[in-house]
């Protein structure tokens, strides 16, 4: 299984949000290096770093911190949060970056986000499904539309996506278990789906169940910070 810590960024430094929301905030690091390099000298060697600013903007804002991360760690670096144009994107390449997840964009863009994949390859663009009651939230999780979950994905898939980080927003932050329902009915639905589960998980147990369902990979935030999972046990999904 494919453990990836993430890395949430305000103002330089690493926060995390408790369901998306700006106003529930908790800074774990002033500097976000220190974290990275944690997560590395554990054996890690994937991060989903997101510039909470940027998602805010709808731009990209905290990419000297991407710089920083990529050109002092072999971290292999998904990036995302305010990823709306083609500068955005080069930014974010530019600054070490080895793939984005575009979530809002391909939403509200889906052109763009389309010849990104076309351009790119569906290796490199990872699609970022956020989902509140089962429908895609965009723009930083603050506004929710009317599309359902399982359509987006596959429409997506067929277009060339590999790899779908899929958010439940009520679970982010909350450490009270991942949405093993929801990434169950998605790989009934879509068997070849490479979902990464991300939001809720608050335990070892946690990450073992997903692993178990066969969800390929999990993103872990604030449960690495507040000492829920520690690197240690990490590793056996590592090695």
């Given at each position: 299984?494919?453990?990836?810590?993430?890395?949430?960024?305000?103002?330089?430094?690493?926060?995390?949000?408790?369901?998306?929301?700006?106003?529930?905030?908790?800074?774990?690091?002033?500097?976000?290096?220190e974290v990275a390099k944690m997560f590395e000298d554990a054996g890690i060697t994937r991060l989903h770093l997101v510039d909470l600013?940027?998602?805010?903007?709808?731009?990209?804002?905290?990419?000297?911190?991407?710089?920083?991360?990529?050109?002092?760690?072999?971290?292999?670096?998904?990036?995302?949060?305010?990823?709306?144009?083609?500068?955005?994107?080069?930014?974010?390449?530019?600054?070490?970056?080895?793939?984005?997840?575009?979530?809002?964009?391909?939403?509200?863009?889906?052109?763009?986000?389309?010849?990104?994949?076309?351009?790119?390859?569906?290796?490199?663009?990872?699609?970022?499904?956020?989902?509140?009651?089962?429908?895609?939230?965009?723009?930083?999780?603050?506004?929710?539309?009317?599309?359902?979950?399982?359509?987006?994905?596959?429409?997506?898939?067929?277009?060339?996506?590999?790899?779908?980080?899929?958010?439940?927003?009520?679970?982010?932050?909350?450490?009270?278990?991942?949405?093993?329902?929801?990434?169950?009915?998605?790989?009934?639905?879509?068997?070849?789906?490479?979902?990464?589960?991300?939001?809720?998980?608050?335990?070892?147990?946690?990450?073992?169940?997903?692993?178990?369902?066969?969800?390929?990979?999990?993103?872990?935030?604030?449960?690495?910070?507040?000492?829920?999972?520690?690197?240690?046990?990490?590793?056996?999904?590592?090695?």
């Amino acid at each position: 299984m494919e453990i990836i810590p993430a890395i949430d960024i305000i103002g330089g430094k690493c926060v995390r949000l408790s369901q998306g929301d700006y106003a529930q905030k908790t800074v774990y690091n002033e500097n976000p290096l220190e974290v990275a390099k944690m997560f590395e000298d554990a054996g890690i060697t994937r991060l989903h770093l997101v510039d909470l600013d940027g998602a805010k903007a709808k731009h990209i804002v905290n990419y000297k911190t991407l710089e920083t991360i990529a050109g002092k760690t072999s971290l292999i670096i998904d990036f995302g949060g305010g990823i709306k144009s083609d500068d955005d994107l080069r930014i974010a390449f530019e600054c070490g970056a080895k793939m984005i997840t575009g979530g809002s964009i391909a939403v509200q863009q889906p052109e763009t986000f389309q010849q990104w994949i076309n351009k790119y390859g569906g290796e490199k663009i990872i699609l970022g499904a956020d989902v509140k009651n089962e429908k895609i939230a965009v723009t930083g999780w603050l506004e929710t539309t009317e599309i359902d979950l399982i359509p987006f994905i596959e429409k997506y898939m067929q277009q060339g996506i590999q790899k779908i980080i899929c958010t439940d927003i009520d679970k982010d932050g909350m450490l009270q278990g991942p949405s093993i329902n929801l990434y169950t009915k998605i790989k009934t639905a879509l068997p070849e789906a490479y979902i990464i589960a991300s939001g809720g998980v608050g335990s070892l147990k946690d990450v073992e169940i997903l692993n178990e369902a066969n969800i390929p990979a999990v993103i872990i935030g604030k449960a690495i910070y507040e000492g829920k999972v520690s690197l240690k046990d990490l590793k056996k999904f590592v090695d």
